[in-house]
């Protein structure tokens, strides 16, 4: 509780946060996981991933979005680095990723119905240039919200993914709900501290959760989009995918920008189509700490990959 209130505070402070961005070895690490700030950086670190061979997620780093005018500026924010994939010829291999707190969810006035019209407006130009949006997932006490906004979502862009967290009990029939013909889902752990009662807590439970709910969706006639570092599990989803007679076109793997970038390319290489979850924009000092702050395990998982070179 100390360290997540330290850096909670530490994510709050505007003079700890221009200290800390200006520090060149910050700059390092960070520049490890985001690769730069602007929308020219971000279509750049897209084009190199795309010509060796690897997709790409784009996913524009908010602030927390309090006011409609602020989620509005979200969906701009898209709109531009959909327009600037477009000129770049990337739409075929690079989407987006969006949180819908992003775009109005958390907002106590209608938050529901403003971020399902704005994601659909982000849906709509990303079908224009041929490429898809994937909803990200945030806290349990969304996923309901979120899922509703899906299933609205895809009666219009049908390609429109969605993400599920083997961490939560609920997963493994929301995964049996969405296993069908069209649809993309996502499948990671999870990310947020969630309370025993709707989550699994041992690594080992939610591990187990994971293999349950892929073999769900690896049987199914869906698109599996399987989001995981965990060499065990990517072995598991290989073999998932034999079994189920799946060519490497009818399921992919996905890992975050920066962490096993080796791992990624060896898959891509062997046959995989394998996608690059690229967060970008401004507001990275905040985001990153609240990941942190959310889960201080985070912070491990950032350190391990900073001392892995696999
Ligand atoms: P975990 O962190 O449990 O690590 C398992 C094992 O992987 C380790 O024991 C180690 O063997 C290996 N490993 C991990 N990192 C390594 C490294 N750097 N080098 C070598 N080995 C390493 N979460 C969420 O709540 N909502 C969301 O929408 C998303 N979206 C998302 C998209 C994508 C593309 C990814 C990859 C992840 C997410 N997540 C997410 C985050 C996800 O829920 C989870 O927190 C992280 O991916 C960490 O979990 P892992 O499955 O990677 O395994």
């Known amino acids: 509780m100390l360290l997540r209130e330290a850096i ?6 505007r003079r700890l946060e221009s200290v800390v961005t200006r520090v060149p070895v910050t700059r390092h690490v960070v520049e490890r996981y985001v690769p730069g700030a602007g929308l020219e950086a971000a279509t750049k670190a897209a084009g190199a991933l795309t010509a060796a061979g690897l997709r790409v997620s784009l996913d524009f780093l908010g602030e927390d979005v309090d006011s409609r005018d602020k989620a509005h500026a979200t969906v701009r924010a898209y ?36 971020a399902r019209e704005n994601a659909a407006k982000i849906c709509a130009v990303a079908r224009r240039y041929g490429t898809t ?9 969304t996923t309901d919200s979120t899922l509703s906004i899906l299933a609205d979502l895809r009666a219009d862009f049908p390609s429109t993914g969605a993400v599920l967290q ?13 296993a069908g013909a069209g649809s993309r889902v996502r499948l990671c752990k999870g990310a947020y501290d969630e309370p025993e ?19 769900v969706l690896m049987a199914g006639d869906g698109y599996p989009m399987v989001a995981t570092h965990d060499p065990r599990l990517i072995e598991i989803a290989g073999a998932l995918a034999a079994r ?8 992919e793997y996905q890992m975050l920008y920066g ?47 900073l001392l892995s070179r696999s």
């Open 8 to 13: 909670l505070s530490a994510a709050g402070s």
């Open 79 to 114: 709109v531009e680095v959909l327009d600037r994939l477009a000129e770049a010829g990337l739409t075929d291999r690079v989407e987006v990723s969006v949180k819908l707190s992003a775009v109005g969810q958390a907002l106590a006035i209608d938050g529901e119905a403003v």
């Open 133 to 141: 949006v994937t909803l990200d997932m945030e806290d349990h006490t």
């Open 166 to 178: 083997a961490y939560l009990r609920r997963t493994e029939a929301d995964a049996a709900d969405l």
């Open 197 to 215: 009662s709707v989550a699994y807590q041992s690594k080992r439970d939610v591990d187990r959760s994971y293999v349950r709910c892929l073999k």
């Open 244 to 251: 189920n007679h799946r060519s490497p076109t009818t399921f």
């Open 259 to 305: 962490i096993r970038p080796t791992e990624q390319r060896r898959l891509a290489a062997a046959g995989a189509t394998v996608r690059v979850y690229m967060p970008y924009g401004d507001e990275w000092y905040g985001y990153l700490m609240r990941r942190l702050a959310e889960r201080p395990a985070n912070l491990a998982f950032f350190l391990r990959s």
